[in-house]
């Protein structure tokens, strides 16, 4: 896979910018107040888990369809959905590498 083509197509410069805008999306789409995206870790999990962000399964269902409307990318089913959300990190591999579809 070629990381720079995948980055340009994203609209991302790198894998670091990725998980920046990754984390701005989830700010934005589950409309959570006083938490900046350089104030949350990329290696934790971010629903149910320890972090700033306290988010739950519906606001997995709010972040699955800005992903779609942002990034061209779909979680299909809960298992993707879980898998991908695991932590920062594996949300930007799945993004990098998911088929695109129409936004």
């Known amino acids: 896979m ?3 083509k995948a980055y ?3 609209g991302v410069t790198s894998r670091e910018d990725l998980i920046f805008k990754l984390k701005e ?3 934005r789409a589950c409309e959570i107040q006083d938490v900046r995206p350089e ?4 290696d934790i999990p971010f629903i149910g888990g320890p972090g700033p962000l306290k988010l739950d399964s519906l606001d ?3 972040i699955a369809m800005e ?3 942002t990034f061209g990318v779909e979680l299909k089913n809960a298992s993707t959905a879980a898998q991908a959300m695991q932590s920062f990190d594996t949300l930007a591999d799945f993004v990098i590498a998911a088929p695109k579809v129409k936004k």
């Open 39 to 42: 104030d949350v870790p990329t």
């Open 8 to 10: 340009q197509e994203l």
């Open 67 to 69: 992903l779609r409307y």
């Open 25 to 27: 999306l989830i700010i």
């Open 2 to 4: 070629d990381l720079e």
């Open 60 to 62: 997995a269902m709010e």
